[in-house]
């Protein structure tokens, strides 16, 4: 997983309410189990309506409730893969919003005016660092606790923060092992 710092760029606006997983990534495409190649099905029965068009753009503004139904992992790879590296929305479903995080996919929660303020100007600057998000006629900041910025500061998804504490668990091992069988080592 990247690390994060600051995302910047044009922004692909989606103003709808209520997008969930099987939306993001219809259930006909849940096939695979492979983290890629998904993005080309994102969106999928909307992109065959005439006029859809979502550029690819790495930030993507929504409206409440994002990702809300199923908890689909592919729903998150498809996002990934079509190119955005954060949403921002007013609210996303939890399972969603943790999802997210655990690939390096950055969900910004913001209030609903600030969301249509940076569809409409068409760019934004999201500091992870500062919990900022910043468009030409404004700026706000948002919330994320401290473990899920910290882990997304440095990239480190559920593996690498396991191997954070290699040191300690090898130190674990080693005495668990000149304990004997059977026995706890604390």
């Known amino acids: 997983?990247?690390?994060?710092?600051?995302i910047e760029g044009q922004v692909?606006?989606?103003s709808r309410d209520d997008v969930d997983t099987d939306q993001i990534i219809p259930k006909q495409f849940l096939k695979r189990v492979e983290r890629t190649?998904?993005?080309?099905?994102?969106?999928?029965?909307?992109?065959?309506?005439?006029?859809?068009e979502l550029?690819?753009?790495?930030?993507l503004v929504a409206g409440r409730n994002f990702g809300c139904?199923?908890?689909?992992?592919?729903?998150?790879?498809?996002?990934?893969?079509?190119?955005?590296?954060a949403i921002i929305a007013p609210s996303f479903a939890d399972i969603f919003r943790s999802n997210c995080t655990k690939i390096g996919l950055l969900p910004v929660p913001l209030r609903a005016e600030a969301c249509v303020a940076i569809a409409r100007a068409g760019e934004a600057q999201i500091d992870l660092e500062a919990q900022e998000v910043r468009w030409p006629d404004g700026s706000e900041r948002f919330e994320l606790d401290p473990d899920t910025k910290y882990r997304l500061l440095n990239g480190l998804d559920d593996i690498g923060?396991?191997?954070?504490?290699?040191?300690?668990i090898d130190a674990y091992e080693r005495?668990?092992?000149?304990?004997?069988p059977g026995t706890t080592a604390l």
């Open 37 to 52: 190649g998904f993005g080309e099905f994102l969106f999928y029965d909307w992109a065959q309506e005439p006029g859809w």
């Open 69 to 85: 139904g199923s908890s689909r992992e592919h729903a998150h790879w498809a996002l990934e893969h079509y190119g955005f590296e």
């Open 175 to 180: 005495e668990r092992e000149r304990s004997g």
């Open 161 to 168: 923060l396991t191997l954070e504490q290699a040191a300690a």
């Open 55 to 59: 550029p690819h753009n790495p930030i």
């Open 1 to 6: 997983m990247r690390a994060i710092g600051t």
């Open 12 to 14: 692909s606006d989606l």
